[in-house]
């Protein structure tokens, strides 16, 4: 029976989930829209860019149970047209993307934001940006 069990899960490529293991989630997630969204504000934070970017993509998404909870995020950062204006939280969804052309640029980026949101607590604890093929 455990063996039948077995050939089928492998048929129908059942996902075991080990407590503690980061876990796939949908791109589309609040919290991983909040999360990329602070991931991105990190990057235009410590970037020296006079533009703005923001998420054009969330490629991939995984949430973690620690304590609280750790999304680790892959996101394609595009410039847009607005203008860094000194703004710790500048309003990106006014903002639109650049226009084909030489000011046209797309980085794909790793992002790990950690949250407790009981605390109302969000910190970026890691990201990693390079430049995409697609710019």
Known sequence: MLLLFSGLCSIVSCQRLVPGAPYKIDTNDK?????????????????????????????????????????????????????????????????????????????HCVFEVWTMPWLHFMKTTYFSCSPSDRS
Not at 33 to 44: D, I, P, Q, R, V
Not at 47 to 76: C, M
């Open 31 to 107: 919290g991983v829209l909040k999360a990329a969204l602070h991931g991105t504000n990190s990057f235009n934070n410590q970037t020296n860019d006079a533009f703005l970017f923001k998420p054009s993509a969330i490629e991939k998404a995984e949430r973690q149970i620690v304590k609280g909870l750790e999304y680790i995020l892959e996101v394609d950062l595009s410039r847009t047209v607005c203008r860094k204006n000194g703004h710790k939280d500048p309003d990106l969804a006014n903002c639109k993307f650049q226009p084909d052309g030489l000011l046209q640029q797309t980085f």
